[in-house]
């Protein structure tokens, strides 16, 4: 039977995808969950795989085109029993997200299948109908932890899929004592509208060349990490402070137990997961920095998760720290390694890339000693840490050659104010100053 594969939604705001490379071509066979294509969206890079074995019939979308999410991409002579509208796998190809604007959700799901007729079964939901009981593992987690009914939650997603977006929204109204939007499965039904194509993108005008000009095309991640830097400037009113840290007593930590570290763990020790653990406990102590703005209130999270910057050659990823005040200092070492060493070679999965709460980006890896960073949407603060740098510094009556860094914290103004962000500078350099030789790693 011939089936239409779909493009999937990997990702729970994602409305389009682009085909960066088919795997299989007309007349190859292919197995049920083998990798069919090469996905590029706003959130991931993805492999998708086959919802059926059989033999690919046709491909329906050239490699480069990009094209709305659930758009038919090709077509399967797939073997056995085909049900309408039955759903693939979840993709556990490997994943990147763009910049640290583009902190990402999971995917959803990796791809749809339906007969090419397009009929559906007894009992198959209408063509437009909300996907209700399908929902990503963010979106259940957050649910758990707000005891929130997610059938009372509208969706907003692609398909009617309800986002972590939706269930923050749901959350915040409840508190605020505003009665939430009803989901569909609740609210009444309006006449179904017949579907409509996607209008075509208006194509942006050619620019001039000069003769020595170049013309270097946009990437999909270049795109987004433009769409999402032009979102964080123009929505978030952004605030800046700084504060230097001497970190001598780092330094010299490093210097002494750094090779004995990195025999036993197999990763450097450097300034950054101690820069990462003195930001989550500071989190701890100036809570209104893990936050979410939303016009029904603040969105104050209990956990920690931390977005770490990291420079591909793609563009900056910024993979996520699940639950960072629960690691020692090692653990986050091992962590941060792991996570770079991941992004850098294009083996991040979805799970990586989605949920931060809080961003911390080591510019001074770069040799910067200042930056202004831009916030992720949907957090309140990013703090870069510096190139750590001898200078002379005043200790006690005398003066001393320490090795000093800066720290620079960029916040959401709506959130938070300057004593708010003071404070959190300051518990983070009273914590990195308070380390030393003897300090433990575990």
């Given at each position: 039977?011939?089936?239409t594969v779909k493009m999937p939604q990997l990702g729970e705001s994602v409305t389009e995808g682009t085909v960066s490379a088919w795997l299989k071509r007309p007349g190859d066979r292919v197995e049920r969950y083998e990798s069919l294509l090469e996905v590029i969206t706003d959130k991931?890079?993805?492999?998708?795989?086959?919802?059926?074995?059989?033999?690919?019939?046709?491909?329906?979308?050239?490699?480069?085109?990009?094209?709305?999410?659930?758009?038919?991409?090709?077509?399967?002579?797939a073997e056995g029993e085909v049900e309408a509208d039955a759903s693939a796998p979840e993709s556990h190809g490997s994943a990147t997200a763009p910049s640290p604007a583009g902190a990402a959700d999971p995917g959803a799901g990796a791809g749809t299948a339906t007969p090419a007729t397009g009929a559906t079964g007894p009992g198959g939901a209408a063509p437009?109908?909300?996907?209700?009981g399908r929902y990503s593992p963010a979106v259940r987690r957050l649910a758990r932890e707000h005891g929130v009914d997610l059938t009372q939650v509208r969706g907003t997603g692609a398909g009617g899929r309800?986002?972590?977006?939706?269930?923050?929204?749901?959350?915040?109204?409840?508190?605020?004592?505003?009665?939430?939007?009803a989901s569909p499965a609740t609210a009444p039904q309006a006449a179904p509208v017949?579907?409509?194509?996607?209008?075509?993108?208006?194509a942006a005008a050619a620019p001039k060349l000069g003769p020595d000009d170049e013309l270097v095309p946009l990437t999909p991640i270049r795109r987004t990490i433009a769409r999402n830097m032009v979102l964080s400037a123009t929505t978030i009113p952004h605030a800046w402070t700084m504060v230097e840290a001497d970190v001598t007593g780092i330094e010299r930590l490093i210097e002494s137990r750094g090779a004995e570290f990195r025999a036993r763990e197999g990763v450097n020790l450097t300034f950054l997961p101690f820069a990462v653990k003195a930001a989550v406990e500071a989190l701890k102590a100036v809570p209104r920095?893990?936050?979410?703005?939303?016009?029904?209130?603040?969105?104050?999270?209990?956990?920690?998760?931390?977005?770490?910057?990291v420079a591909t050659e793609d563009g900056l990823v910024v993979p996520v720290i699940h639950d960072a005040d629960r690691l020692s200092i090692a653990?986050?070492?091992?962590?941060?390694?792991?996570?770079a060493s991941r992004a850098r070679a294009g083996k991040l999965n979805l799970d990586d890339m989605q949920g931060g709460t809080f961003t911390v980006d080591n510019t001074g890896a770069v040799g910067t000693e200042l930056s202004m960073p831009i916030i992720v949407p949907g957090q309140?603060?990013?703090?870069?840490?510096?190139?750590?740098?001898?200078?002379?510094?005043?200790?006690?009556?005398?003066?001393?050659?320490?090795t000093v860094m800066a720290l620079c914290l960029s916040i959401d103004h709506r959130v938070v104010d300057g004593a708010e962000a003071g404070r959190f500078l300051t518990e983070v350099r009273r914590r990195l100053e308070s380390v030393g030789p003897e300090t433990g790693l575990y």
């Open positions: 039977m011939d089936v991931v890079n993805a492999e998708v795989p086959s919802p059926y074995a059989g033999v690919v019939k046709a491909l329906l979308v050239a490699e480069g085109d990009t094209v709305p999410v659930g758009t038919p991409i090709c077509v399967l002579e437009g109908a909300p996907e209700r309800v986002t972590r977006e939706d269930v923050e929204r749901f959350v915040a109204q409840r508190a605020a004592g505003v009665a939430p939007a017949p579907p409509q194509a996607a209008p075509a993108p208006a920095l893990n936050a979410t703005w939303s016009e029904a209130g603040i969105i104050l999270h209990k956990r920690v998760h931390v977005g770490i910057a653990g986050l070492a091992v962590a941060i390694a792991d996570l309140t603060g990013i703090l870069t840490t510096e190139r750590a740098k001898k200078k002379p510094v005043v200790v006690g009556d005398a003066i001393a050659i320490r």
